[in-house]
């Protein structure tokens, strides 16, 4: 049996796709975009608003430098504003620069990696008929324009590890500053980042360069964000927002271990700790990590006013428990991580069962949250940040009728099921890619690109299962990412048996 180079030279079951093809898959996936899309807007002409996305207006309107989230979709949706207000104008641009990430990574794979023709149509259905990306980008939320930039960010990877240009040390480090403005769960991506301009086919001069000016930009932001937020909230923090979630995080924990009173409580804790102690010591709400009734699944602890968080800041400041004040809430987040990592480092083990544990299932069968059948997305709210929203995009409802609601509903209910096989699907394949040594006999840079998205999204499932339950929103890269490298991989495992069986 003859070795095996490289999948592109050996496999005897397709050709090499010619280059004059991506023009007919580029005019293919414009016309299939701009069709479905206007089809979509007919029946729903509205873009959906939930809980988080006043939130990303209040700051639009404001032009706050720091707010409850990163500012970086604020900064997007004022930026749209220059030019109109529009609402459907924005979703509108958020799908197109969606679609234009599909592409550009599309016609990448197609370029640098030779697959079976049948393995690019996958590919190219799932990225370009896929009805979740229609819904999704319909919400004004930062989902959207973080998964577009995501794919950008891969793709661009993929060429640097192929085939590396000086311009893209600086449209690396720029692209992967504006991901960090908009979602901070993008803090594991430059550790991916440097591993690919180590691996890149460069001088070192040049990797040391594009790694260096990576850092130096996102250090950057992080001095002026923790600047502006010590500015505005008397507190010198990169995101508040942080040490809410970890204090929460360990309340889930800390009502089954608080009985055990393992030593004294630490000077500055123990007002805070004697209200949780005596939270948990009378009746109260019982919230459980495994139970979706609520969107505020996993964050009941800074959300409701009975919470011991929130009566802290009543206790310690005279606030109002009630408060959505940015100022106020922002004040306690160091305060508040500090709490959170006592109480885990305190009790580790009962942390890994009653909030790890939960956060693995809820990774493996993701909440739909904003999309199940969620009327607020919807509705307009009635307070002052649904005010801002009507003076903003000039809205004067975002109403439905109810059957387009339940078809919304009817069509995204699977998806949950779907992320559960696209991730057991991901597992199996990248387990069998290693125990047939599928790495051997293909290119450098096929290898690299698997090896790379299996690394994002294993690196990805530990940043989700130690911070929160994973809602379907926030996979949406890794469902794109693990989908395609399943593929990838099924290629690889398909052409060597093909090969053998040639022998």
Known sequence: MKKIDQIEMHSSNYKSPQISSTGIYSLVAIIISFSFWSLFKVYYPFPNLTFDSYYYIEAAVSNSAVSTWPVGYSKFIR???IFTHSGNVLVTIQYIILQFSFLFLFLSIYRLIVLKKWIFNLIFIFLFINPL?????????SDTLFTALSVLWVTQLIWIAYRPKPYMVFTHAILLLIIFTIRYSALYYPVISISIFLLSPQSFKWKLLGIVVMILFLLGFVQYTSYKMEVVTGSRQFSYTGGWKQANNALYMYEHAFRQNKGTVPDKFKVIDSISQS???KPHALVDLLEHMDVTTGTWYTSFDPSPLRQYMKVSKGIDP???????LAYFGPFYNDYGNYLIK???LTFIKYVVTPNIITYWFPI?????????AFSLMDTEFGKMARQWFGLRTIAVPE???????????????????VHILFLFTFVAFLLVKGYKGISKIYVTTVFMLAAICIVNFFFIILVAPSVLRFQLIVYILEFINALLIINVITSQDNLKKGC
């Open 133 to 141: 990306f229609l819904f999704g980008s319909n919400h004004i939320m």
């Open 346 to 348: 305190k009790y580790p």
């Open 279 to 281: 939270y948990f010591s």
């Open 368 to 376: 739909l949250e904003i999309y199940d059948r969620h009327l607020l």
């Open 403 to 421: 059957n387009l609601i339940n078809l919304r509903a009817e069509i995204l209910a699977p998806y949950g099921m779907v992320f559960t096989v």
């Open 322 to 328: 009630a408060t959505s004040d940015f100022k106020k």
């Open 79 to 81: 930026l749209i504003g």
